[in-house]
């Protein structure tokens, strides 16, 4: 929670990020997200991982045949609303539309951001190697656009807000 207070202090008054930590917190994200068993984060991570199945079966089996978990990288992704794992730019894109949709945008993103280092994914062979490539792909630049296309457009798992 300490990056998400971080992120709305450094764009908000301070009793405005104060309200904004509160209502992503009570209003956004399902309760007991952050609670001390994380239980809604890992219903999340169950989540996430059958719509890799789903939509990105090539990746599932490789992953599945290298015994590599998705969660392993993409937790810190939910529990930080990706601060520390998009560049700025294209967090803030995703912030614009996780508090406008909810927190089905984690879901949304991660699943497009597996999708657009699918291939770069299938030539690592242990959790270790992906989760350095994933690390160094924080430091690069996204096309926000295409992420949002990837989100919104080529995966339809959730019906968008009306």
Request: proline residues 3%; contains cysteine; glycine residues 2%.
């Amino acid at each position: 929670m300490n990056m998400i207070a971080g992120m709305l202090i450094f764009h908000l008054e301070e009793e405005t990020a104060f309200w904004g930590l509160v209502a992503i917190l009570e209003m956004i994200m399902p309760s007991g997200y952050y609670s001390t068993d994380l239980l809604a984060a890992r219903a999340d991570q169950i989540i996430f991982q059958q719509l890799v199945e789903s939509k990105l079966p090539y990746l599932t089996a490789y992953l599945k045949n290298q015994d590599i978990d998705l969660s392993l990288f993409s937790f810190n992704w939910f529990m930080t609303i990706f601060i520390d794992s998009l560049p700025m730019d294209a967090v803030i894109r995703l912030w614009d539309v996780f508090l406008l949709e909810g927190h089905k945008t984690l879901l949304r993103f991660s699943l497009a951001l597996v999708k657009l280092h699918e291939y770069s994914l299938m030539q690592h062979h242990d959790s270790v190697s992906i989760f350095n490539m994933f690390r160094q792909t924080a430091r690069c630049f996204y096309d926000s656009k295409l992420i949002l296309k990837l989100a919104f457009a080529e995966f339809h798992p959730f019906p968008k807000r009306s």
